[in-house]
T-cell receptor, first 114, second 113 residues
Framework: NAGVTQTPKFQVLKTGQSMTLQCAQDMNHEYMSWYRQDPGMGLRLIHYSVGAGITDQGEVPNGYNVSRSTTEDFPLRLLSAAPSQTSVYFC?????????????FGEGSRLTVL | AQSVAQPEDQVNVAEGNPLTVKCTYSVSGNPYLFWYVQYPNRGLQFLLKYITGDNLVKGSYGFEAEFNKSQTSFHLKKPSALVSDSALYFCAVRALNDYKLSFGAGTTVTVRA
């Protein structure tokens, strides 16, 4: 039981490049979400999903896309990277949509955009 | 809109002394409240939650938190801090009818030996 797995752990991009951060969970969790963590700002919700085929926007969705084709996977796509997207990204999941506050987090993906 | 305020960026205490990390919240209706801890270069770990019932909730590693509806606060406490409690602590809130969890900016706790 690996929990929530994020790849890659580190990535450096140039402005304008695109990439996908992968997130997979093996706990059969309904709810999955992506946060970004920036110093002094805590965690801000980017996108979330309450089940396969269902996604919605969080606080800071601009510049990011998500999809949820399976229960296990919830990739985050950066369409055209900007320096403002330099951050640490966390994927988190919860076993039900009723209990979405009790989240299991991945180890994070540190992204630098030059 | 819901929000969380953690008024202290840093809290420093001596080992063995009581530890308090403050949190106030704003949300429509009744809140669900949570505390998470983050160790360096790791993801967040769930500590405890308040949903309903007793205003004093107990969680992992000897931590507890007190819900105060009139003051809209949910302060995290530990009677006797350990050096290993040094970490970044986040308070979070969500409304009953919302999936989204909002986090505070975090409080860095340093426990000195």
């Amino acid at each position: 039981n690996a929990g929530v797995t994020q790849t890659p752990k580190f990535q450096v991009l140039k402005t304008g490049q695109s990439m996908t951060l992968q997130c997979a969970q093996d706990m059969n969790h309904e709810y999955m979400s992506w946060y970004r963590q920036d110093p002094g700002m805590g965690l801000r919700l980017i996108h979330y999903s309450v089940g396969a085929g269902i996604t919605d926007q969080g606080e800071v969705p601009n510049g990011y896309n998500v999809s949820r084709s399976t229960t296990e996977d919830f990739p985050l796509r950066l369409l055209s990277a900007a320096p403002s997207q330099t951050s640490v990204y966390f994927c988190a999941s919860s076993y039900s949509t009723i209990n979405t506050g009790e989240l299991f987090f991945g180890e994070g993906s540190r992204l630098t955009v030059l | 809109a819901q929000s969380v305020a953690q008024p202290e960026d840093q809290v420093n205490v001596a080992e063995g002394n009581p530890l308090t990390v403050k949190c106030t919240y704003s949300v429509s209706g009744n809140p669900y409240l949570f505390w998470y801890v983050q160790y360096p270069n790791r993801g967040l770990q769930f500590l405890l939650k308040y949903i309903t019932g007793d205003n004093l909730v107990k969680g992992s590693y000897g931590f507890e938190a007190e819900f105060n509806k009139s003051q809209t606060s949910f302060h995290l406490k530990k009677p006797s801090a350990l050096v290993s409690d040094s970490a970044l602590y986040f308070c979070a809130v969500r409304a009953l009818n919302d999936y989204k969890l909002s986090f505070g900016a975090g409080t860095t706790v340093t426990v000195r030996a």
